[in-house]
Structures are given as structure tokens and as C-alpha cells.
């Protein structure tokens, strides 16, 4: 058990390396999250607006908390997918990965773990603070939400990696995803509330999104943290979260072994 626990927190710790060597990325991705939160801010500001001020429970000041908190986990939560693991399937260098004695899905979840540990200090927080300062946030005062909101995010990152992951091992059969990975970009990003919050969605798509994961990758965190819901509401998101995890790692785990029996390495 000690020895798991260490093998974790050095994937964990690498992962989190791993990303702290991409500095100008990250400025470059604070930059857009800036740029992106002034703009989905004005809109929904002229939405609530023309709604009279307040829309499907949002006013201004729970809207910007909503655009903000979102721009500030979007580097964590990645909706736009990886290709580390796709990439190995296609050289067939994780035929060299299954010879170690690390299972291969817990051992990227513990990386991409220490890699949204990371993006959140020069991408995520930043990003917020200039929301806080130039728009200004409703946010709760009690200590709690963000307690919650913290367990929310971690749940959230795990499911979105889970999601990835399981986009990944279907080159065991495609070869190349970078198809299926840009319509699970597209369809993920619009389904987790990226644009506008699900709550604004009409009652069929809401439908559609919530029998999905995807809001709880982004849109659980932020009304978690953000006190949007609260309570009996907030502990049921939680609840939903872990469903979702435990589903999406189900799933990345039959595809694995499954896919396992279709590799084929060529030249060697």
C-alpha cells in the first residue's frame, strides 16, 4: 500500500513538472482565458439585460461568477482532449507501456492529475482575480461551498480525464482519432456549459446534456464552488459526480482490455 501511495505521488509530482516547463503556453492560455471571459461576460450581461435582469436564476453578478470561475478551470479540466496516449497506441508504443508495472490508466490519470494541479496556479487562479477585479463576483462568504468546490473540481477533472482517455484507446481500432477527438472537443465544450450555462439550455437539450458527463466536468464545479446550488442540491451534484467517474472509468477500462486483444506492433 506504501508503495502504490509513493508510485502515485511521483506520477502525480510528474505530471505536475511536466506541465511547469510549458511557461509561455501558460501565459498564452491566460492571456485567451482573459480575453474569452471579457467576452462571454458582456454577452450574457446584454442576455440579462434584455431579460429584464435576471435570467434562468442568473443576475449579473452570479454570471460573472459563472463566465469567471469557468475561464479559470478550463485549462484544468481540458475539454479539448490529448493525444499523448492516441499517439502511443498508433506508433504501438504502449505495447511497451502494458510491460509496466504500472496499470495504464491509473498511471496517466495520476499525470494529468499533477497537470491540473498546475495549470490552475498561473492559468486558473490569475484568470479569476482579474474577473474579481475588473467585473466583480458574487460569491458565497461561508467556507463550505469552497470546501465542496474543491472536492468538485478534483471530481471533474478526473471524469473529463476519464472521458479522454476512453476517446484515446479507440485508435486500438482507428488508428488515428484525431477525428473523434475534435467532435468530442466540439460536443463536450458545448454540453459542459463552456458557452452558456446548462440551466439556459431549452428543456430538450438540457435532457440531452444531462444524460451525459460532461456538465459535471465544468458546469458541477463552478455552481458547487460558486454557491449557485447549495445544500441538498450541492451534495446531489457531488453524488452525480462520482457516479460519472465511476462509470467513465468503467468504460476506458473494457475498452482497454478489449482493445488490448487488437494490438499489433509492426517492425518488431
Given at each position: ?5 509513493e508510485v502515485w505521488g511521483r506520477l502525480v509530482a510528474a505530471g505536475f513538472r511536466r506541465q511547469s516547463s510549458y511557461r509561455l503556453a501558460m501565459l498564452a492560455g491566460l492571456a485567451t482565458n482573459v480575453v ?25 453578478g452570479t454570471a460573472s461568477a459563472y463566465v469567471w470561475l469557468s475561464q479559470g478551470l478550463i485549462g484544468a479540466v481540458t475539454l479539448t482532449g490529448i493525444a499523448d496516449i492516441g499517439d502511443r497506441i498508433r ?178
Open positions: 500500500m506504501r508503495a502504490t501511495a474569452f471571459g471579457f467576452i462571454r461576460a458582456s454577452v450574457l450581461f446584454a442576455a440579462i439585460d434584455s431579460a429584464g435582469g435576471s435570467l434562468a436564476g442568473y443576475d449579473k506508433t504501438g508504443d504502449v505495447a511497451v507501456d502494458f510491460t509496466r508495472p504500472v496499470d495504464l490508466q491509473t498511471w496517466h490519470l495520476a499525470e494529468d492529475l499533477g497537470r491540473a494541479a498546475y495549470s490552475l496556479i498561473p492559468r486558473g487562479i490569475p484568470s479569476v482575480l482579474v474577473g474579481a477585479l475588473t467585473v466583480g463576483l458574487a460569491l458565497p462568504t461561508a467556507a463550505l461551498p469552497y470546501a465542496m468546490g474543491l472536492l468538485s473540481i478534483a471530481l471533474g477533472v478526473t471524469i473529463s480525464f476519464y472521458c479522454r482517455y476512453a476517446v484515446n484507446v479507440l485508435g486500438f481500432w482507428l488508428l488515428d482519432t484525431r477525428g473523434v477527438r475534435t467532435f468530442y472537443a466540439v460536443t463536450s465544450s458545448f454540453l459542459a456549459g463552456l458557452y452558456v450555462p446548462v440551466g439556459l439550455f431549452p428543456d430538450w437539450l438540457h435532457a440531452v446534456a444531462a444524460a451525459t458527463p460532461f456538465p459535471s466536468i465544468l458546469q458541477s464545479p463552478v455552481d458547487v464552488i460558486s454557491g449557485h446550488v447549495a445544500g441538498a442540491d450541492a451534495w446531489r451534484a457531488l453524488t452525480l459526480q462520482v457516479f460519472w467517474v465511476a462509470v467513465t472509468c468503467v468504460a476506458g477500462r473494457a475498452l482497454t482490455t478489449a482493445g488490448r486483444t487488437k494490438l499489433v506492433v509492426q517492425g518488431g
